[in-house]
């Protein structure tokens, strides 16, 4: 038996070993009546509990936690316990009838098994000197009386159960022996067969043909094994499942029936889903009444990225291949702001669903339909995340060749913020109004600083030519595209001329960069434009707020995506 937790009541179950026997059994029956009005549910201070089993308040203890009142209740049971041992009475000296283990389970008709059961569930015992002077667990009446009282329903319960005759055992093994011969129905279905026409339990059925076999292995009823499948099968059944395996070719080789396969596989399911780590940015727009509808609704069109492999974005094989890469990055459709956002939104939701859906598993007994939708929800934010990081692969590209210049390989560069790109998209709060492009840029250039340092990553001589044709490729893709991004700047000066006044004008311009070359942007910070007007920061941003309100009803969505991107 275990020990008191509680060292509070520890302590005082020390004591009463030097109390006189009288008072020891005046403290065991109030012990019993605490017992009895205890709540499972509150939680109680020890002084309350060391008074109603002593009569005095105990001093000089300080503040003490609070007592659960489950654990209480365990505690109390097992110093009912200890504490009867102290002041064991012989039987013939109690008043009232006393009741061994096995009398109690033949005057109530029900299995040793099921008494022990009983005292889990809060019946009390105490120990007496039986005859021989031997000291056993025993049951007053008036404790059995008061825990019939209180739970008539489990009582009344186990009484329907009895043991079974050898006739009665002989019956089911006979009528469970012809169904497996004459039928294809699995081991549950017999059993369920067999209980309905004998009237008994389905678990006494289960019980009744699992010993007979096990004590006649030559004679089995059933061909598949009894008993809990092990680890290392489980987890074979598993791993052939998720290779495509069919469940009839499992249930064939490990000797199992449909339900068991999919019960061992939905098992696997649960524990690699609670194990694994689910992030996601919350919103308030989460919680709103109808958010599942107003996020999820609309369809989003969702094609396979042109740059996956085994549903990641690749990653780069050697050098070689970087100029077949960074062409492939030429078609790779870049989002918009909107379309950003909404992707985004969805992507956290998805996975807020999971982790909401995911708290309501069983471990022990997940349901197949909840583990679907979990996956399912998965499985499309793993491929909203992939759309986003492609589609900011050549973000990546353009800060790697930067950096570059510092001796650094371009290749190690490309990869490692290929990977802090990933990490990004993890982490963007999408709520914050930013694009994820600048988040982005912020993360990967610190991860530069810090994982790459110029010193440890230089190209050598066998590398220097290649590398020189990989710069070479990459201007000649941005020059592909220079015609078109110039043709929408003119356009979008143009605009800003005829829309805004003088003062708008130098704002837009110069907060921009629309002043000089693409390729050698000049911009100026708000306080930098403030002080070139003689005007506040503050001032500068409500007049460039009021001049982008201007330009939205004017240009295109591309053109504002260019001035605002």
């Known amino acids: 038996m275990r020990k008191v937790k509680d060292p509070n009541l520890a302590q005082l179950l020390m004591q009463f070993r030097f109390a006189p026997e009288k008072k020891r059994l005046e403290q065991l029956d109030c012990a019993e009546r605490l017992f009895a009005v205890i709540d499972r549910k509150k939680e109680y201070p020890f002084e309350f509990v060391c008074f109603r089993i002593t009569g005095y308040h105990p001093k000089g203890l300080g503040e003490l936690p609070l007592i659960k009142g489950e654990e209480l209740l365990e505690d109390l049971r097992v110093f009912i316990s200890k504490l009867s041992a102290q002041v064991a009475q012989p039987v013939v000296h109690v008043k009232q009838k006393v009741y061994t283990v096995e009398e109690l389970a ?116 059933f061909s598949r094994p009894w008993g809990v499948v092990s680890q290392a099968t489980a987890g074979e059944i598993y791993k052939l499942f998720k290779q495509g395996c069919a469940v009839e070719e499992l249930m064939r080789r490990f000797s199992r029936s449909r339900s068991s396969i999919y019960r061992l596989i939905n098992l696997r399911r649960a524990r690699a889903l609670l194990g694994e780590k689910i992030e996601f940015i919350a919103s308030d727009e989460f919680i709103e009444a109808g958010a599942k509808e107003k996020i999820l609704s609309r369809s989003i069109d969702i094609d396979k990225p042109a740059l996956r492999k085994n549903g990641k974005p690749l990653q780069l094989a050697g050098e070689s291949f970087l100029p077949e890469y960074l062409q492939r990055l030429k078609s790779t459709p870049v989002l918009n702001r909107e379309r950003e956002r909404e992707l985004f939104r969805r992507y956290n939701y998805l996975k807020y669903l999971a982790c909401t859906i995911r708290a309501g598993v069983k471990p022990y007994r997940p349901q197949g339909r909840r583990l679907r939708e979990i996956e399912d929800y998965l499985a499309e934010a793993e491929t909203i995340k992939n759309m986003i990081i492609e589609a900011n692969l050549r973000l990546v590209v353009s800060i790697a060749n930067k950096h570059t210049t510092s001796g650094a390989n371009l290749l190690d560069l490309v990869s490692e913020g290929n990977f802090s790109l990933m990490r990004a998209a993890e982490k963007f709060d999408y709520a914050r109004g930013f694009r994820f492009a600048t988040y982005a840029s912020w993360a990967i250039t610190k991860d530069y600083a810090r994982k790459i340092p110029a010193e440890t990553a230089r190209p050598d001589k066998a590398a220097a030519g290649s590398l020189a044709n990989v710069q070479r490729d990459m201007r000649t893709t941005a020059a592909a595209d220079f015609a078109a991004v110039e043709r929408a700047r003119k356009s979008l000066v143009q605009v800003i001329a005829d829309e805004l006044d003088e003062r708008e004008q130098y704002i837009i311009l110069n907060h921009f960069g629309l002043v000089g070359s693409p390729l050698r942007k000049k911009s100026k910070t708000l306080k930098q434009i403030g002080d070139d007007l003689n005007l506040t920061k503050e001032r500068v941003r409500q007049i460039e707020l009021i001049a982008l309100q201007k330009l939205r009803q004017s240009v295109s969505a591309e053109e504002f995506e260019l001035l605002t991107g």
């Open 106 to 221: 033949a005057a109530c008709g029900v299995s040793t098994k099921t008494i022990h059961r009983w005292r889990k569930r809060g019946l009390l015992t105490r120990k007496f000197v039986f005859a021989g002077g031997k000291k056993r667990f025993g049951f007053l009446q008036s404790t059995l009386d008061k825990f019939f009282e209180d739970n008539p329903e489990l009582v009344s319960k186990a009484k329907g159960f009895r043991r079974l005759t050898a006739k009665e055992k002989q019956q089911i093994i006979r009528q469970a022996a012809l169904l497996a011969a004459k039928t294809t129905m699995s081991r549950y279905q017999i059993m369920e067969q067999v209980s309905a026409k004998t009237g008994k339990a389905h678990e006494t059925v289960r019980y009744t043909l699992f010993n007979y076999e096990r004590a006649h292995p030559d004679k089995r009823i």
